[in-house]
Antibody, heavy 120, light 111 residues
């Protein structure tokens, strides 16, 4: 059974750095072709992809947010960590992590999401 | 402004067939496969269609996908009340260093 779960602060202040952890089970991030990505969704708005890390430590970022994002993995702990610097109220959103897999890649399993509010 | 363009809303009555379009460009849909996600109210997105027209195990065959050129479509036949949800298309974009793009989402209402 594959599960992913996001954890981190529910409230951050403007200019602070957000650190979110995705803890997963049922698969390994050392398996060829597997990745874990982060996607967010502001309240009432669309999904927005943020970052992705592959089994071989290849990393990709949203071009519009690249300067603020860092994604890392700890294969032994089955965790992926996303940091986002200089948080702003417009970053208020539900943040999801999801597994990426397949010859034709897709996010096939998603976490339940965690709502992060940016407010002073 | 999402990279992939979807109609903001769609509707149909039970039993009807509805389609949702997704328009992109040569660097995303034109070059890569399209995935569709269903998001029921208050829940995380769920993979509905992958690789343009493949259904994951457990997804009813009422749901189908297609792609032509730089556009894709999701079709739902035999519409049911439980299909009322938001639907998103997604594809990999080859430009810059490569990144995932999502559509703006389509809210499907079952009348």
């Amino acid at each position: 059974q594959i599960t992913l779960k996001e954890s981190g602060p529910t409230l951050v202040k403007p200019t602070q750095t957000l650190t979110l952890t995705c803890t997963f089970s049922g698969f390994s991030l050392s398996t060829s072709g597997v990745g874990v990505g982060w996607i967010r969704q502001p309240p009432g708005k669309a999904l927005e992809w943020l970052a992705l890390i592959y089994w071989n430590d290849d990393k990709r970022y949203s071009p519009s947010l690249k300067s603020r994002l860092t994604i890392t993995k700890d294969t032994s702990k089955n965790q992926v960590v996303l940091t986002m610097t200089n948080m702003d109220p417009v970053d208020t959103a539900t943040y999801y992590c999801a597994r990426l897999t397949g010859t034709n890649l897709r996010f096939d399993y998603w976490g339940q999401g965690t709502l992060v509010t940016v407010s002073s | 402004q999402s990279v992939l363009t979807q109609p903001p809303s769609a509707s149909g009555t039970p039993g009807q067939r509805v389609t949702i379009s997704c328009s992109g460009s040569s660097s995303n849909i034109g070059s890569n496969t399209v995935n569709w996600y269903q998001q029921l109210p208050g829940t995380a997105p769920k993979l509905l269609i992958y690789s343009n027209n493949q259904r994951p195990s457990g997804v009813p065959d009422r749901f189908s996908g297609s792609k032509s050129g730089t556009s894709a479509s999701l079709a739902i036949s035999g519409l049911q009340s439980e299909d009322e949800a938001d639907y998103y298309c997604a594809a990999w974009d080859d430009s810059l260093n490569g990144f995932w793009v999502f559509g703006g989402g389509t809210k499907l209402t079952v009348l």
